[in-house]
């Protein structure tokens, strides 16, 4: 295997590597084939338990390791659930003279011998005992969304701005694996969402440079000034959430005066459709639509099973807003199917597109799938009525000449296959969700029109690109032979950008990652630019575009 000597200059800047990286992708030796390169891993959308729908302000370590070990003896670990997150409530707003937290020791008392009462160390160190992971919360402006209690007193203060690099620390510290960043105090001070995120996320990775712990990142800010047009690596990070919509329900508390509240299945809907913003998911990034209301009361178990099917094929983070202690059996089926699951955590990470409407409230979804060929397609019914839903191979990016495999992934069984196009009935607010394999043409490779190797001001550019789909798939092969993830904007028709995430692929070797850019306007002539703000070292061999 040939190597290449890497001199690093700056964290962006591989003048030596660059060279011959250009040399290896402009010379004139024949292209890799397309299909030869690997999709690399790229971080998947995370999956837990999160306090708040349930528990509201009244948050507190027992009933964190209650929850904790449900998510064990349900055997929700086994399937994937990791995080244990304690949302707001679980610091009043008050700071030491120093600037530290103060810590409620009743509330979070000491949990093994040699522990302090006060110390949020204790429950972490409880859920990491059980091989989960502990996720916290904060807000990022001055008073946090405890100015508007949902149960209890108000608390001001509750928010971290002026002290984010304080709190990140101390979260990263006491050990937490994930932290979510509500806005009730940015979005009363009118602050720039894109700009404080940002500055949170150099909070983060300086707490993590410090402690050598990451901190996954979760945006809460509602789709207030549209996070998916800049959550994206937002402040440098290698992965994040941003959420996309208000909450689908306040929290229904049993035994509080709240214990009466109901989700309901238009609300859920909506946050599925506020949700879709297929341009921004990929490489790790991913819409939040909220946490789900599966288990709680006001969902049938049908309407359970059509909400966790529409995270799924929306890549959603899948974090359970149920008490896990109380699960049906019913509600545990739907929150385990491995199947689903492995939809939502396909490995190419992309999110679902509306491809067809057969009629007014018949839509047919479809999520790009790793395996090639292979997509998730649900048929939904938005309205009163039962109906067949239909679609062709080709809404679905298949060829309509090939016969297609069908499994049904709730009912784990394999359908009989279609030519061409196929059918179901659906019963009125009722989905049906399938996973189809059939033949895809085969993508059209573009080589740049200008450029190769990406350097500051001089970008790489595909024009006249064509696609039948809409929102088609655009694999990209690449080379970054860095030690360090790159991120480089990417703007289709000179719309927004949003930054894609290239993984190392070692000195020698092609990789793809694979994004789904917004062609609906442009027909045949479409303009794909990936600039990068300073040297990168990285190598964009060519597109392939469904
Ligand atoms: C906002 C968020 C919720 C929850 C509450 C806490 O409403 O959207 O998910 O964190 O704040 O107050």
Known sequence: ????????????????????????????APMHAQNTARQIPIPLPPMGWSSWNSFSNTIDSQITQKQAKAMISTGMSKVGYQYVNIDEGWWLGQRHEDGSFVVDPNAWPALAPGEKAGDMSN???YIHSLGLKA???????????????????VYMHTGSEGHYE???????????????????????????????????????????????????????NWGKQSPWTWAPNVGGVAADIWRTSGDIVAPIVANSKNAD????????????????????????????????????PGLTDTQNRVHFSLWAI????????????TLSEATLATLTNPEVIAIDQDALGLQSVKVAESGAGLEVWSKPLSK???????????????????FLSHDIGLLDSSPATVRDPWAHKDLEPFTGSDSANVPAGDAVLLVIRGAEPKPTVYKPTRGAELKANHPVEFTHVASAARVPRVQIAYMN?????????????GGTATKVAFPPTGASSLATVTVESPFEKTGANNELNFSASCDSGLGIQSIAVE
């Open 1 to 28: 295997m040939r190597k290449l000597q890497v001199r690093k200059t700056s964290p962006c800047a591989l003048a030596i590597l660059a060279t011959l990286v250009a040399i290896l992708l402009c010379g004139s």
């Open 123 to 125: 429950i972490v160190r």
């Open 135 to 153: 996720g916290i919360y904060t807000d990022a402006g001055e008073s946090g969304c405890s100015m508007y209690p949902d149960l209890g007193p």
């Open 166 to 220: 304080q709190d990140f620390l101390q979260f990263a510290k006491w050990g937490f694996d994930y932290v979510k960043v509500d806005w009730c105090g940015g979005d009363k001070e009118n602050l720039s969402a894109a700009v404080q995120y940002a500055e949170i996320a150099r909070a983060i990775a300086l707490a993590e440079a410090k402690t050598g712990h990451h901190l996954y990142y979760s945006i809460c």
């Open 261 to 296: 509240r109901k989700a309901s299945f238009p609300g859920m809907l909506s946050n599925f459709d506020q949700g879709i913003h297929p341009e921004a998911e990929h490489t790790g990034f991913y819409n939040d639509p909220d946490m789900m209301v599966i288990g709680m």
């Open 314 to 325: 929306s890549g959603a983070p899948l974090l359970v807003g149920a008490d896990l202690t």
């Open 372 to 390: 090639p060929g292979e997509r998730a397609v649900l048929l939904l019914n938005r309205t009163a009525e039962a109906k067949a839903i239909s």
């Open 481 to 493: 032979p860095d030690k360090a993830t790159r991120f480089v904007e990417l703007r289709v028709n």
